[in-house]
């Protein structure tokens, strides 16, 4: 992946003629200028109260009173004021790096105690997800699936404060999924755009995510909108890539985690053949790597499964487990036959059930190599 700065982003968008930028200009007042410093699952119940915790209070103490960050505070002055909803494995490292890359970032997790190295850092995390709506242009949202996104975003205390504010949803739903969340969110008198990604935390650390963007028009035709220069500092623009109308990069996004399961589980099915027969496993690596079959992700994999050690999780098992589904579902939906999709799933399933959900999603190879073995708890 690219990692040089994308040249003159910030153009005039008189060039494409101003209509064009009210698609994503909910808000007169966030239209920031593009910052050149490029280097730089939660539940709610609608309606109910939470206690205040020690670690909420904690939070409290550490948020500056301002949005502004440790790196990129003076240049955080004129970036886009955006608040980071779940920040989990991919949103807390997404904060992170549109921090550093000047924007003026605010955190909310349902798990406040999980934001506290955020606040630690210097970037303002809200005790309530109304206050972190309230407090942005942008509610940038890395939730794990859309059940949580309905109860934590269109609650009767925050769907009234997203009048005149942009939703980017970048986690992995489905297209109906995504459609559907679009029609709430313009209901309420907001801009709704889904841009999911695809790579890890390195990839969201470095800002090479590699970006797929559904919406009634391409964020690229108003540089200085709110939500092109947030891509920017996460994608680059050469990984930025505009699919269509809302839905769209929804499914693209869920065709490509589909290939990460059948991957995986294709070549565990074959290293576990090739270790039972006896044949050298560095043979048939090397061949593989010689032929056109070969994925990287095979490599990266390897290890973790000859150790039975899936260690650590930059994605982990139930997350492919959950896009499965919704792979199958949506597959269903078009006609397509989901025989395969049933057998990925209940592998998927299986490996979860054996105590690694939260493993690497390697950890698929347990449940196709040790199909007897359902008491391993490997964590």
């Excluded at 105590?355 to 073995?373: K, Q």
Aim: proline residues 5%.
């Amino acid at each position: 992946m690219l990692l040089t700065a994308p040249s003159r982003v910030g153009v005039s968008a008189s060039a494409r003629g101003s209509q064009r930028r009210s698609a994503f200009s909910a808000h007169s007042s966030a239209k920031p200028a593009v910052s050149s410093q490029l280097s730089g699952n939660v539940q709610l119940s609608v309606g109910k109260p939470h206690r205040r915790s020690a670690g909420q209070r904690i939070i409290a103490q550490a948020s500056p009173s301002a949005a502004t960050v440790a790196k990129g505070a003076e240049a955080g002055a004129t970036g886009v004021k955006v608040t980071v909803v779940g920040v989990g494995l991919m949103g807390n490292k997404i904060a992170r790096r549109l921090a550093a890359c000047g924007h003026s970032v605010r955190a909310w997790n349902r798990t406040l105690e999980k934001a506290a190295p955020l606040a630690e850092a210097g970037i303002a995390v809200d005790p309530t997800i109304a206050a972190a709506v309230a407090g942005s242009d942008v509610v940038l949202l890395t939730l794990s699936d859309a059940v949580t996104i309905t109860r934590t975003l269109l609650s009767e205390e925050v769907r009234p404060l997203l009048k005149g504010k942009t939703v980017l949803q970048q986690g992995t739903i489905g297209p109906k999924e995504s459609a559907a969340l679009a029609a709430e969110v313009s209901a309420a008198g907001g801009c709704y755009v889904e841009a999911p990604v695809l790579g890890s935390q390195p990839e969201a650390e470095k800002g090479t995510l590699l970006i797929m963007v559904g919406a009634a028009a391409d964020p690229k035709d108003d540089p200085t909108g709110p939500v092109w220069p947030l891509l920017l500092a996460l994608g680059q623009e050469p990984n930025i890539h505009y699919i269509g109308p809302v839905g769209t990069a929804a499914a693209v996004k869920l065709a490509l985690n589909q290939l990460i399961a059948s991957l995986t589980i294709g070549f565990s099915t074959s290293l576990g053949l090739v270790q039972r027969s006896g044949a050298p496993v560095d043979k048939f690596m090397s061949i593989l790597r010689a032929s056109a079959l070969y994925a990287p992700t095979y490599d990266k994999k390897l290890q973790k499964m000859l150790d039975r050690d899936y260690g650590a999780a930059n994605f982990p098992t139930k997350h492919l487990l959950k896009d499965v589904r919704l792979f199958e579902a949506e597959a269903e939906a078009a006609g397509l036959d989901t025989r395969l999709l049933a057998a990925l799933k209940g592998v998927a399933q299986d490996a979860v059930d054996r105590g690694l959900a939260n493993t690497d999603y390697s950890a698929v190879y347990d449940a196709v190599v040790f199909p007897g073995d359902q008491g391993a708890q490997r964590q």
